[in-house]
């Protein structure tokens, strides 16, 4: 029986080292102890320009529908699609039928506004009397007024006229008949300046200033570049795109662009401290646009931060993180194989 219970304890300890050294093998091969070779740069911050890259179609600097006040009848129009015009210039008379009886009126008006005055200083009417003329005298004046605006119509820009919708004689009767759905006779252009409605990030808004400076290239004459300016920034974010519009005036003194081409717009925000790294140190995780950068800070291990990516500079690019800081080391090359708290040894 000791003999026994001798063999059951010698083949116990026998098959518990056996597990003990099966597992620290496990253990060891389970343990990633490879030490990558990688290098490095000491991150700081970089003055860099600041612009912001849009597309944008060219609109007219003022667009005008020019149409009277009320429906009549179109004695004649002085103009043709393409026709330059000059501000004051007559593009079309109306019928005057109205406009000339409203002036014998006013002439009757004013005779008696004259007469019923010189009444009144004497003494010789009340002034509720003198009132009444007085006030007959001035609408019927405004009446006048407002006909002569309606029945000469002139232009009121500098430019050119892209739609002409009726013709002499014809009856002009109020109703919506534009691309903009909107009544008119012509339609009128003012294409030197032009300008442009561009999206902003918001990240952009307390830099944005009026007379900020902006370049304009389009396709058809990709060796000029046209000068443009900010003249207007809204002052709301969309909720849905974190973005503004900003207006920008562009310079056409030879009337080379027109509204309705593409262009590309490069807004200068000026100079800005930015975290630029080379884009080779970015690494993109698969099948997410999420991306990462890798510090080697203590020298020994990498550690593995998402960052988001701001603008791009040639083979550089913008880093955004608050736990990325100037002054940390960046893994630069060797990264594509790493794992957070991947071994490395910096060589140089």
Known sequence: MKRLSLILIVVTVFFASCNKSTQTETSVTDTDTTVYRVKTMLLEKQSVAQKVDNTASLMAYEEIHYAPASPGRIEEINVEVGSRVSKGDVIARMERTQLIQASEQLQNARSNFERMDTLYKLNSISEQQYEAAKTQYEVIKSNVDFLTRNTTLVS?????????????????????NTAAGKAAVVTLMQINPLKATVNISERYYPMLKKGMKASVKVDIYPQRNFRGEV??????????TRTFPVEIVISNPDEAIRPG?????????GQTLA?????TALVKQEGTNDRYVFLAND?????????????????????????????DMIIVSGQEKLMDNSLITIVQ
């Open 299 to 327: 020298g020994h291990t990498a550690r593995k931060i998402r960052v988001d990516m701001g603008e791009r500079y040639d083979d550089k690019v913008e880093i955004i993180s608050d736990k990325v800081k100037e002054g």
């Open 231 to 240: 003249f207007r920034g809204y002052p709301t974010i969309s909720p849905d």
């Open 261 to 269: 081409m593409f262009a590309r717009v490069s807004l200068d925000l």
């Open 275 to 279: 975290l630029v790294i080379p884009a």
């Open 156 to 176: 009121p820009i500098n430019g050119i006229v892209t739609g002409k919708y009726f013709e002499s004689g014809e009856l002009y009767s109020g109703a919506p």
